[in-house]
């Protein structure tokens, strides 16, 4: 009877432990798969970006105070054109400043539902 209870307790740590590292991970991929999450560096940040094929991206990124539009392929890096800050307001909003922390784990969630119900 103590070994079966033993292991059922064992079983369901082990249980626990596989929900833990599940949210862990996927809250910290949300930040990075999501579309219009950020990647940041000390001096880059990529505010969107967007799949267009199987190994091609469209982005949109910070260097600086200056805006880039890039394409991103297997052959290289592409910029497509410098983006003024009016142009990009419209598209980026306010949430585009430096200092903002990243989604919760349930906003990244229904972010990705919304936009796959689209």
Do not use: N
Request: aromatic content about 6%.
């Amino acid at each position: 009877m103590v070994q079966e209870v033993l292991l059922l307790l064992k079983a369901l740590l082990i249980t626990v432990l596989v929900l833990v590292l599940a949210y862990w991970f996927t809250r910290h991929m949300a930040g990075r798969m999501a579309g219009g999450s950020r990647v940041r560096g000390r001096c880059i940040t990529v505010l969107e970006q967007v799949s267009v094929g199987k190994e091609s991206k469209l982005l949109l990124a910070r260097l600086g105070d200056r805006l880039y539009f890039l394409a991103m392929t297997p052959g290289g890096i592409t910029i497509l054109r410098e983006v003024t800050e009016e142009e990009a307001a419209s598209w980026t909003g306010p949430e585009s400043s430096p200092a903002e922390t990243p989604d919760s784990f349930a906003q990244a969630i229904r972010r990705v539902l919304e936009k796959r119900r689209k």
